[in-house]
Nanobody
Framework: QVQLVESGGGLAQAGGSLRLSCAASGSFLRINAMAWYRQAPGKQRELVAR???????NYAEFVKGRFTISRGGAENTVVLTMNNLSLEDTAVYYC???????????????WGQGTQVTVSS
C-alpha cells in the first residue's frame, strides 16, 4: 500500500514563510510527478506547483516568485517552500503523486491527507 505523509504547515503571519514536506512510503516501483494542490473553504481544489521526475517544475500564476517546489533529500519526497505568504494562501494543502507500483501497467494518482495552512494579518 502506498501512502503520502505530509508535514509542516500551521499558522504564519502575512509576509512570513512556511515549509511543507511530503514523503511517499510503501511498496512502489517509480514516482513520476509530485505536486502540491490546495483547497480553500468554498473553493475547488487547485494546483499550486508540480515537479517531474527529471526536475522540471511548473507553478500556478498566483504563487510564482513566492513558492518553490523541490525534491527532498530522497527521490520519494517533495518540499514546498512558501515565502511572502498572503491571506489568500490560507487553505488545506494536499500532496499528490503519480506512482507506479510493481505489476501495474500505468501510474496512479495518490493523495495525502492534507495539512492546514493559515495566514493571519
Amino acid at each position: 500500500q502506498v501512502q503520502l505523509v505530509e508535514s509542516g504547515g500551521g499558522l504564519a503571519q502575512a509576509g512570513g514563510s512556511l515549509r511543507l514536506s511530503c514523503a511517499a512510503s510503501g511498496s512502489f516501483l517509480r514516482i513520476n510527478a509530485m505536486a502540491w494542490y490546495r483547497q480553500a473553504p468554498g473553493k475547488q481544489r487547485e494546483l499550486v506547483a508540480r515537479i517531474l521526475s527529471e526536475g522540471s517544475t511548473n507553478y500556478a500564476e498566483f504563487v510564482k516568485g513566492r513558492f518553490t517546489i523541490s525534491r527532498g533529500g530522497a527521490e520519494n519526497t517533495v518540499v514546498l517552500t512558501m515565502n511572502n505568504l498572503s491571506l489568500e494562501d490560507t487553505a488545506v494543502y494536499y500532496c499528490n503523486a503519480a506512482i507506479k507500483r510493481l505489476y501495474e501497467a500505468a501510474y496512479a494518482d495518490y493523495w495525502g491527507q492534507g495539512t492546514q495552512v493559515t495566514v493571519s494579518s
